[in-house]
């Protein structure tokens, strides 16, 4: 273009002896190090054109467009051979001429390593230096990063770690608390049953001094009772159906029902003494509370001739139990008497 572009500037330099891996060149082999460097330094000179054709299309930009010459990628690369080039240039010297090199080499297989074979050897080692000294970073640098990936598992470790002692450590509080709660509702049952024992036993004494002051009395009194409560319930009942005509309302027939029903447990007793089902009447009988538990004295009537309080299969009971007759006599002629 007819306008004048500034290059862009060039890449660092790069590593020395790259392709030599990482593999330092003894200084003891001299001559073939010399031969290496005169054909580096021949091919140098042989492809001096294309770079100065390289260098000049860098500078180029399209007239229409305005851009490099070269795509970003393209101009990246041949920037850093240019650049690859012109290092080599700088730090390799120029061979010498043919007369010269012959004199200088029959020269230095008679005198040691004077003129430019000494020049070299003195290259060879700053190149041995730099080389070192690369490898030397580029270890330092491998060191640095081993201790980075060795630092991070350590935390990561410890973080996992961490981690799992305080999943641990909640799940001992979760179990804790577990604990806590059920000894706390265990406590509760506990508590609970303890409140209905004292409530059994203290409704239990009561039942048990009621009864104990009903057998006081005797069962003449009771029947008393029951004859007064039958025909005082049935007078009230027959107010309250005035003009009906019903033989519930009699009460002579109510206090003759009680009476037959009583007689009729009595006697069955006495007549089937070894059979257990004739002492035992359920609470809740239909019959039962109809002819008898309705009334006040009626099963006040069978606890005065011997009857307790008690269960069959948690199903509240009036039960009759006759004593041993050879351990209580006494005993037993008591309730048989009372039976009769």
Same mark, same amino acid.
């Given at each position: 273009?007819?306008?004048?572009?500034?290059?862009?500037?060039?890449?660092?330099?790069?590593?020395?002896?790259m392709n030599f891996q990482s593999k330092v060149i003894p200084i003891s082999n001299v001559a073939t190090a010399v031969a290496a460097l005169t054909k580096i330094q021949s091919s140098l000179s042989s492809i001096q054109p294309k770079m100065d054709r390289f260098r000049k299309r860098l500078a180029e930009r399209d007239p229409i467009t305005d851009k490099p010459r070269y795509g970003d990628k393209t101009q990246r690369r041949v920037q850093a051979l240019v650049h690859a080039h012109d290092?080599?240039?700088?730090?390799?010297?120029?061979?010498?001429?043919?007369?010269?090199?012959?004199?200088?080499?029959?020269?230095?297989?008679?005198?040691?390593?004077?003129?430019?074979?000494?020049?070299?050897?003195?290259?060879?080692?700053?190149?041995q230096q730099r080389h070192t000294h690369q490898l030397?970073?580029? %270890?330092?640098? /491998? @060191? +640095? =990063?081993?201790?980075?990936?060795?630092?991070?598992?350590?935390?990561?470790?410890?973080?996992?770690? %961490?981690?799992? /002692? @305080? +999943? =641990?450590?909640r799940a001992l509080e979760a179990a804790e608390r577990q604990r806590q709660e059920q000894a706390a509702a265990e406590a509760e049952l506990r508590r609970q049953a303890e409140a209905a024992r004292q409530r059994r036993l203290a409704q239990e004494r009561a039942e048990q001094e009621w009864v104990d002051t009903i057998r006081a009395q005797g069962v003449k009194v009771q029947?008393?009772?029951?004859?007064?409560?039958?025909?005082?319930?049935n007078m009230e009942v027959?107010?309250?159906?005035?003009?009906?005509?019903?033989?519930?309302?009699?009460?002579?027939?109510?206090?003759?029902?009680?009476?037959?029903?009583?007689?009729?447990i009595f006697q069955q007793i006495n007549a089937h003494p070894e059979e257990t089902k004739f002492r035992r009447i359920r609470r809740d009988h239909e019959k039962?509370?109809?002819?008898?538990?309705?009334?006040?004295?009626g099963v006040e009537v069978l606890l005065a001739a011997g009857f307790s309080l008690g269960a069959i299969?948690?199903?509240?009971?009036?039960?009759?139990?006759?004593?041993?007759?050879?351990?209580?006599?006494?005993?037993?002629?008591?309730?048989?008497?009372?039976?009769k």
């Open positions: 273009t007819s306008e004048e572009t500034t290059p862009p500037p060039p890449p660092p330099d790069p590593p020395l002896f290092f080599l240039e700088r730090h390799i010297p120029p061979p010498p001429p043919a007369t010269a090199a012959s004199s200088s080499v029959s020269n230095n297989s008679q005198e040691g390593l004077p003129g430019d074979m000494s020049l070299s050897q003195e290259l060879l080692v700053q190149l030397t970073q580029e %270890q330092l640098a /491998q @060191q +640095e =990063a081993d201790r980075e990936r060795q630092r991070l598992q350590e935390q990561a470790r410890q973080e996992a770690l %961490q981690k799992q /002692q @305080q +999943e =641990a450590q029947l008393e009772l029951l004859k007064e409560s039958t025909t005082k319930n027959g107010n309250d159906k005035e003009g009906e005509d019903d033989d519930d309302d009699d009460p002579q027939a109510a206090f003759a029902t009680a009476i037959t029903s009583l007689h009729t039962f509370t109809q002819d008898i538990g309705r009334h006040k004295g299969d948690d199903v509240p009971c009036y039960l009759s139990v006759e004593p041993d007759l050879e351990t209580d006599m006494d005993g037993w002629s008591a309730w048989f008497d009372l039976n």
